[in-house]
C-alpha cells in the first residue's frame, strides 16, 4: 500500500484525491459529537433524579413504580438510539472522507433528522437543552463543512479515482 498526502491508502498502491482541509474537520466535529451523543446517556445513569422529575411532569398519576419504568425504558432507549448512530454516523464520515457522494447525502439526512429530532428532546424538558443545543450546533457545522466550502464541492464534482 501507498499512503497518499493525507494519510490514506489505496490497496493497488495508487494514490487517492487528496481530503480538502474543511472536510477533514468534520473529523473533529464527529469526535465532539460522539462525545455529546455518548454523554447524554452516562449523565441520565449518574445523575436520574431530573429525568424522572421531567417524567412526573409530563405524566403526573405515574405513581413510583411507573415512573422508574418509564425512566428506566427511557434510558434503555437513549442507550439505544445514540449508540449505533454514533458508530452509523462514525462509519458514513469514514465513506465521505474516501469521496463517496452517496455518503455525503446520507450523512447529511441522517444529521438533519437527528436536528429535528433535537426538538423533540428539547420539549421533553430543559434537563436535555445542553446535549441538544451543544448536538445542533455541531452538527450544523458538519453539514456546512460538507457542502459549503468551494474545496469540498470540487472534491465531490471530481470524478472518483
Known amino acids: 500500500m501507498t ?11 495508487s494514490r487517492s484525491r ?11 466535529c464527529l469526535a465532539l459529537l460522539i462525545v455529546i451523543l455518548l454523554a447524554l446517556p452516562v449523565v441520565m445513569t449518574l445523575d436520574p433524579d431530573p429525568y424522572i422529575d421531567a417524567i412526573a411532569r409530563e405524566n403526573p398519576s405515574l ?11 427511557a434510558l434503555a ?13 462514525w462509519w458514513l464520515v469514514v465513506k465521505t472522507l474516501r469521496g463517496r457522494r452517496w455518503a455525503r447525502v446520507v450523512l447529511t439526512l441522517a444529521l438533519a433528522v437527528a436536528i429535528l429530532h433535537g426538538f ?13 443545543i451543544a448536538g445542533d450546533v455541531v452538527m450544523v457545522a458538519m453539514i456546512a463543512l460538507i457542502w459549503i466550502p468551494a474545496s469540498v ?3 465531490f464534482a471530481a470524478p472518483p479515482r
Request: glycine share 8%; proline share 13%.
Open 18 to 28: 487528496p481530503v480538502p482541509a474543511p472536510l477533514r474537520w468534520t473529523r473533529v
Open 77 to 89: 432507549m437513549t442507550y439505544g438510539v445514540h449508540v449505533p448512530f454514533a458508530a452509523v454516523l
Open 63 to 73: 405513581d413510583d413504580g411507573e415512573l422508574r419504568f418509564a425512566y428506566t425504558l
Open 120 to 132: 423533540v428532546s428539547a420539549a421533553a424538558g430543559p434537563e436535555y437543552y445542553p446535549a441538544v
Open 153 to 155: 464541492r470540487a472534491f
Open 3 to 13: 499512503p497518499t498526502t493525507n494519510g490514506t491508502a489505496r490497496p493497488d498502491g
